[in-house]
């Protein structure tokens, strides 16, 4: 299997220009945070009363949302200013999350929340500083015969396994051994995976010059000018980033509530689950299917079919919608976030790409921590019909506003005149 999956991972060049390794390290790290998500969610949810778990939750995603305001606008830079060193970054939040496993087994095991939160915090924040290298530099490591769509989705796909593999490993170790023993796995993972991030081609730093020295460092304002195609873009994968983390907890209350009629709590849940992770995988596979379409296009026309199926779940609410609405609503993260990754690395220049990556993980993470806050509080008084109209009609004023303003954008483009053959040059009268 292993053989089989370097063949996989090395395939068109991939093995040449580093993208192989690449792969293999983003893989490593999704499975170590499939370990700490499945370890730390039952103490979170599964393991608590309906009304307590629901205070948990609550005091999670504010936990989660307001410092990352603070955070984000702060990592992208600080990465800007060490590309030099990007594999030592990209190393050192993989130790640093290692180092923060470790006691938050321990937070486990004596039930501290008061310390379990912010090391959650941390793991995140770092996750998202290793997200943000990643793609900083997947054009250095982009093989000829592999476009940026592709190679993103490449790296998705292999992900993406991982995670689903680590998540299946790690319900079952948690039962078994116990969460804090689950966490100390990952620990062990997370050091390995910061070796071998120190281990990447040499080419994935940017080399130092004498231009990006005397360069002053971009002002805060240069994060947000990324021009039309990549504001775009951005607002439409918020958007889809809403509707995620409104599914996450509106729909698994609505299964503790059992207000979601089909079967018992636990398969409705892998239903769930099994349908947001196949919808993923969809994403990833389709990306690397349509490299020669236009990024752009493909991220609307994810929201469009997120906002269709929302608004047909609103009106033939049963399980099996609510299943179809969590693998679409996969299906145009996945593939929505990929485009937009693309754009990025087409569309912004290497000095602040990992600037604009930041507020772009920032933006999409404040995004679906929101729409979690609306899931939850949905949730005490709402069935699902009305849930899904709720954000049935979020999505239809999204994509209107989007579609609206790329017309206008379109309309204003300059018209450029044909040439006529009877032009003739300018003479000099004198």
Same mark, same amino acid.
């Given at each position: ?12 060049g ?99 929340v008061?310390s ?6 941390a ?41 689903g ?31 071998v ?29 990324v ?44 239903l ?23 990024p ?19 009106f033939?609410f ?8 969590? &693998? ?51 949730? &005490? ?50």
């Amino acid at each position: 299997m292993g053989q089989a999956t370097r063949r996989l991972t090395y395939a068109q060049g991939a093995g040449r220009t580093g993208l192989g390794r690449l792969i293999e390290l983003t893989a490593a790290h999704s499975a170590g945070d499939a370990f700490i998500t499945v370890s730390l969610a039952g103490a979170l949810f599964f393991g608590l009363p309906v009304g307590q778990a629901r205070g948990q939750v609550a005091l999670y995603l504010v936990i989660t949302m307001v410092p990352f305001t603070v955070v984000a606008p702060f990592v992208g830079p600080v990465l800007d200013r060490f590309r030099s060193g990007r594999r030592y970054v990209m190393a050192g939040t993989l130790f640093a999350r290692g180092l923060l496993c470790w006691g938050m087994a321990s937070s486990v095991v004596y039930g501290d929340v008061l310390s379990l939160f912010p090391a959650a915090l941390a793991v995140l924040v770092l996750s998202k500083a290793y997200n943000v290298s990643r793609a900083a530099i997947m054009p250095s490591v982009l093989p000829a015969d592999i476009t940026l769509v592709t190679a993103n989705a490449r790296v998705a796909l292999f992900a993406l396994v991982a995670a689903g593999g680590a998540a299946a490993a790690s319900a079952g170790l948690t039962a078994w051994i116990g969460a804090e023993w689950v966490l100390r796995g990952a620990m062990v993972l997370f050091l390995i995976c910061g070796v071998v991030a120190v281990r990447l081609p040499r080419h994935v730093d940017s080399p130092d010059t004498d231009e990006d020295e005397e360069a002053p460092a971009p002002g805060w304002r240069t994060w947000f000018q990324v021009g039309p195609v990549v504001g775009e873009a951005i607002r439409a994968n918020a958007a889809i980033r809403i509707q995620a983390g409104f599914l996450v907890f509106f729909l698994l209350f609505l299964v503790q509530d059992k207000h979601l009629p089909g079967f018992a709590p636990e398969i409705t849940i892998g239903l769930l689950a099994a349908a947001a992770g196949g919808g993923g995988l969809m994403g990833a596979a389709v990306a690397s299917w349509a490299r020669s379409h236009s990024p752009q296009l493909i991220v609307l026309a994810t929201l469009a079919l997120t906002t269709v199926t929302t608004i047909v779940a609103a009106f033939f609410f049963t399980l099996w919608t609510a299943v179809a609405v969590a &693998l679409v609503g996969a299906f145009a993260q996945g593939l929505g976030k990929l485009a937009l990754d693309a754009i990025v690395q087409r569309e912004i220049g290497e000095e602040v790409r990992s600037s604009t990556f930041g507020v772009v993980e920032a933006l999409l993470q404040i995004a679906w921590v929101f729409g979690g806050l609306i899931g939850l509080m949905l949730s &005490l008084f709402a069935r699902g019909p009305a849930g899904f109209t709720v954000m049935a009609v979020v999505l239809a004023l999204s994509l209107g506003w989007l579609l609206a303003g790329r017309r206008r954008r379109l309309r204003a483009k300059p018209v450029r005149l044909p040439a006529t053959t009877d032009t003739k040059p300018l003479t000099n009268p004198f």
